[in-house]
């Protein structure tokens, strides 16, 4: 029988963060030692950058028969997500940015469901209040006083 080493090389750079461990891609140097406003926006604009983040499209089938676990038979580990797929629906993009956000340090976080148009997005708390960022639909909606708006505040304030 032959052996053979197997060596996983982990290439990485300034320009972007380490995906190979969530903890590593918190930490990187452009935003983990932002303020949380900062921190949690500059992960929404690299997670919906035309180059470097996530693109909305269907969802990720890792098995070809999910027998009676169809509700998860979606791809739903964050890593993967980042690392291996690059891609997901609002049902698999909103769990992804709030494991993230999670994992950044945020008190809070939470997916709010609009039953009404069959969409998803995530909201971070911070600074007092939630805070609305969509991936699938690259949203997010700022109040007159520039701050990031609530889901609530989008449905509330007409302007």
Known sequence: MNYAQVHTPRV???ALPDYTE????VNWQKWRDLPEAGK?????????DKETGLYPIQ??????????AFPF???????KVLNVHGHGYC???????????????FKDSRIHNMDANHHCITEVFYEGGWHYYDVDLRGML???DGTVASIQDAMTIPS
Do not use: H
């Not at 969530?22 to 891609?25: G, N």
């Not at 049902?91 to 340090?105: E, F, K, N, Q, V």
């Open 12 to 14: 990485t750079t300034e």
């Open 22 to 25: 969530l903890s590593r891609f």
């Open 40 to 48: 949690a926006t500059a992960i929404w604009e690299f997670i919906t």
């Open 59 to 68: 969802g990720i089938y890792e098995d070809p028969d999910p027998g009676p």
């Open 73 to 79: 038979y979606d791809e739903r580990d964050v890593i």
């Open 91 to 105: 049902g698999l993009l909103s769990p992804t940015l709030d494991g993230i956000y999670a994992a950044a340090g």
């Open 142 to 144: 700022y109040k007159p």
